[in-house]
Each structure stands twice: as C-alpha cells, then as structure tokens.
C-alpha cells in the first residue's frame, strides 16, 4: 500500500484525522483540490461567513450605538469591497496555518479529487488532465457538502445566490430575500439586514430555529424585525422570476415579491457523486450522505466517514472529533468516545449558543426544572459594552441541582457557553455556580445572577412545602 492511511477532504474532519493518524506513526496521504485547503469551512463557508460578521459588526457600528446614539457608523458608504478584504486576509491566513500544520505532521498532500476504482484504491484528478493511482489500508471519506441547490431554480451568483457565491456578489443588495430559515439563512438575513438590506425571510415551516429555545428564538425575531426584515412563515417558493434590474419572487399562494437578490438556502447537499462509490461496495441516500457506525466506519471495514458528509450535526466542532476519533480507530489505538455534550452557536447578530435540553423538551419529557436568569442589562459588564437586551438562562433540576441546560443570547454567547458545558460535563451543580468568585466586571458573571436566581426559587417553593 502506498499509504496506512488516505484521507479524502481537507476540511475539520480531514485536517484531523489526517494529523492524528500522522502523530499515531501512519504514513498518510491527504486529497484535495488545490485552491480548497481547509475544505468548504475554511474557503466559502464557517471562516468566510464568520469573518463577514466580524467586519459588518464593526463597519456599521451596531454594537456602539447604544452608547453613540442610533445614528453612529464607522464608515458611511460600505461596500463589497470592505467586507471581502478581510475575509480574504483571514482566509489566506488559515489556509497557511493548515497547509503548516500537514506539513509539520509529514502528511503528504496529494493535489485533485479522488474516486474509488477499488476498495484500496483511489484515482486522484488534478483537474488538468494528469491522474494518478494510489493505495491505502484505511481510507477516510471528509469530502464535506455543497448547497443544494433546487434543479427548477436559475442560480447565477448575482441575482439568484447560495451561501457558496454570497460572496462574489459585486455590491450589497437594497433588498433581499432569504429562502429557508435555517441556521445559515438566518445568520446571513442578520447580517445583511445590519448592512442595511431590507430583508424578507420564506419559510415553510411556521417558525424558525426550531431546535432552540423558544424565549430566545423569540428575542432574536424581535431583534431582526427591528432591523427592518420580513418573516413569511407558512409560504413556500412556487419559481422565481429574473428580469434586468432585479427578481420577482413568486410564493404558492399568489404573493409576488420584488428583490435585487434572492438567497438559497435550502440545505446542503453531501459531496460524494464524484467519488464512486459503489467502485468501494458504499452508497449514499439521496442527501448524499454516508451511512456510518459509532466509530465512524462505514459498510466497507476499513473505510470511514466523518463530518457533515455523514449528516447531522454537521457543524466543524463535531467534525474535527470525528476526525481525530475515526483515525485513532483506524490505527488501532485506544481513545475516549465524543462526550454526549455537545454546544450549539449560531453566529446571528446578536449570536446564540446553548447546551442541553431547552424547556420544551423537558416540559415533554415531564422532567421538572427551574429556570434562572440573568440579563445582561443588569450586568456593569453589559452597559459597559452597550448591549441591554442580552440574556442568560440556566435550568436546573430542582431534585439533584444539576445543570439541565444552559441557554445564551447576546454578545459573547458562543463563548459562555463553554463555562456552562465544563460544569455539566464534570457533574457539577448550581450550588458550584453560586459559591464560585467570577471576575467583574464580566459577561461571564452572569451565571452566579443565573444561579442565584435559580436557587431562590427553589428556596421559596422548599420554604412553602417544609
């Protein structure tokens, strides 16, 4: 065999489990095209978008505003131009550190796309015409997703867009459409609609974000509506219409609406046509998707698939530890198995992020709890940054005090999850939260408010029952 192990995808789950097969002592070889070092994540997706929030947070000024007035701006005219500079810069700079990082780790970077011919062996493209034939004992499949894009829809990267092209747009649009309120329809609307776009949100279902929590989801609509955009729930997209100065979308119930762009963001799609698979006895479902075990290994023994190609989560967090643990399996060593607990941000304006169960769920499960909240606009914290509409909340079993589920909404929110994911994760209790000294002042604090507020609650219902 050429390789011990051949990673298909250079994305979280590639970059990871390549290095760490490499640190395990196995000669790897990593496929990849070569203007896509650090897959989709880092070239068009997660790192881009990410950046873009960044930039749009600073040039309008938004987060200063309740400080300067609702007038303020650090720059008057922004333009595509200001948004992509930095997103390049940043960009350029990750894919040096990964390109460092394979290197340093002596995994050898095989430029082009792969398809099976057999189960050990991969055809590797460059894409100008030369192939080359190469072996593996194990091979891992993290060649990531693409948006899916509907066959009757006419996408262009201008008019008509997905999330992959949102960035080669030539200027920021006066109005927009966001088809599909899922987490990156709804992290685009945000910042868009902070630009200044006038934005309206389709969407089938009647609400957004649906695996969040219901107070918070509401908070961020009431924030978004602020920012001028448009929610049609319950709607779907029947075709839209392209004409020279701009789109007219038409909905399934006879409302025609007027954009200069439309965005697509109708889920993605696995990226595995090009790879051949039944050459390697595997399949995909209709999505694209690989099916795999709790090891992350597929039909075929010794073949593996990690990240979003093998579907939900499909966030780079859980793809890196699917990476790193479907190539400790593949090299037979030992490992802990992914903790159960696993934080969810999404990168709105303001952000979200929780761990755990939302109330909803616990309500269903007749789980009893009690909820403990702090607002950031009773933190000095929270005024000295301007933000007043930031929330913490944290549900507690009123039987053994654990932590149930942490919910955040505000600055930082992806951030402060964390400390809230270290005291589930080790067992601990609100008590914890209560007695521990946090700095101040701090964003951070705002889970001893939480607790505290926890365990009144609990004091006054014991206080009536003893």
């Known amino acids: 065999m050429d390789f011990d192990v051949l990673v ?38 997660t790192i881009p978008s990410k950046t873009l929030r960044e930039a749009v947070l600073y040039l309008t000024g938004m987060s200063q505003r309740e400080l300067y007035g609702q007038s303020y701006r650090v720059k008057e005219e922004i333009t595509i131009g200001d948004l992509t500079a930095r997103t390049s810069h940043v960009v ?13 780790n002596g995994v050898h970077v095989l430029p082009g796309m792969g398809r099976f011919t057999d189960q050990h062996t991969v055809q ?19 060649t990531g997703t693409t948006p899916a894009r509907p066959s009757s829809v006419d996408f262009d990267a201008q008019t008509i867009i997905d999330s992959d092209s949102i960035l080669s747009l030539d200027r920021i649009p006066r109005t927009m459409i966001v088809v599909g309120a899922g987490v990156i329809g709804i992290e685009y609307a945000s910042m868009f609609a902070a630009l200044g776009t006038k934005v309206t949100v389709i969407e089938q279902r009647m609400r ?3 695996f969040c929590d219901t107070e918070v989801v509401e908070a961020l609509k009431y924030h978004l509506r602020d920012l001028a955009v448009t929610f049609r729930f319950g709607e779907t997209v029947s075709g839209v219409e392209r004409y020279k100065n701009g789109t007219v979308t038409i909905l399934e119930s006879g409302k025609k609406i007027p954009a200069d762009t439309v965005m697509y963001s109708a889920g993605r799609q ?9 050459a390697a006895g595997l399949s995909a479902d ?25 579907g939900f989560p499909a966030l780079a967090a859980t793809s890196m530890e699917q990476g790193r643990l479907a190539a ?8 802990h198995e992914m903790h159960e607990l696993q934080p969810i941000g999404i990168y709105t304006i303001p952000e979200i992020s929780y761990i755990g169960r939302t109330e909803d769920e616990l309500t269903e499960q007749r789980i009893p709890f009690e909820v403990g909240v702090s607002r950031y606009r009773e933190l000095a914290r929270g005024q000295i940054i301007g933000d007043s509409y930031g929330v913490l909340k944290l549900l507690v079993s009123p039987e053994d005090r654990s932590l149930l589920g942490v919910h955040v909404f505000g600055t930082g929110a992806t951030e402060l999850v964390h400390i809230g ?10 008590d914890y939260l209560v007695d521990t000294v946090f700095n101040y002042p701090t964003l951070a604090e705002s889970y001893k408010v939480a607790a505290l507020d926890a365990t009144n609650k609990m004091r006054q219902i014991s206080m009536l029952t003893d």
Not at 126 to 141: C, L, N, P, W, Y
Not at 328 to 335: I, Y
């Open 92 to 104: 350029g700079r990750e894919v040096d550190v990964i390109r460092s990082q394979l290197s340093r």
């Open 286 to 310: 209709k999505r694209g998707r690989i099916k795999v075990d709790a090891n992350f290994r597929t039909e075929v023994e010794h073949i593996y698939a990690v990240g979003d190609v093998i």
């Open 124 to 142: 590797v493209s460059d894409g100008s015409g030369q192939e080359r034939s190469v072996t593996a004992d194990k091979i891992v499949i993290a």
């Open 208 to 210: 957004m974000l649906e």
């Open 328 to 335: 400790h399996h593949a090299c037979g060593e030992p490992v």
């Open 421 to 430: 994911q270290a005291v589930m994760g080790c067992g601990g209790t609100v």
């Open 8 to 45: 298909l995808g250079s994305g979280p789950g590639g970059q990871k489990a390549a290095i760490a097969a490499a640190k395990l002592g196995a000669e790897v070889g990593l496929v990849e095209r070569r203007n896509m070092i650090g897959g989709v994540c880092i070239n068009t997706g």
């Open 270 to 278: 696995g990226m595995t046509d090009h790879l051949d698979l039944p």
